[in-house]
């Protein structure tokens, strides 16, 4: 099972996006789901997470901009990023963290390809 991120795109500074990721197949439980991003040049960095109870969290340079949201019926998440900046510009990627099957005992990575977003200023 792959996660296919979509929605990005080239936007102006101060504008918004929104993304979303859902996996291309079936998985029997999701405990948290995240977004990371990865800038040319830069190391992968952690962005926004959600829990299944629907706890949230945020890195400090998206806090009180990005939100996080999720739908669990479907394992979907979405990122809705506003006021964005240049320094937002990135690949954004999807990441789960659950048990692809009901026999399945530990927790498993699942990752996908990313989305690009660019932001000129």
């Known amino acids: 099972v792959q996660l296919q991120a979509s929605g990005g795109g080239l936007v102006q500074a101060g504008g918004s996006l929104r993304l979303s ?12 789901m995240a977004w990371h991003r990865q800038a040319p040049g830069k190391q992968r960095e952690f962005v926004a997470s959600i829990t299944r109870a629907g706890t949230s969290s ?5 806090k009180g901009r990005f939100i996080i949201s999720s739908d669990n019926v479907k394992n979907t998440v979405y990122l809705q990023m506003n006021g964005l900046k240049a ?14 099957y009901s026999n399945t005992k530990s927790d498993y990575q699942f990752w996908g390809q990313g989305t690009q977003v660019t932001v000129s200023s």
């Open 21 to 32: 990721c859902a996996p291309s197949g079936s998985i029997f439980s999701v405990t948290r």
């Open 58 to 62: 945020y890195a400090d340079s998206v």
């Open 87 to 100: 320094d937002d510009t990135a690949i954004y990627s999807c990441n789960f963290l659950g048990k692809p």
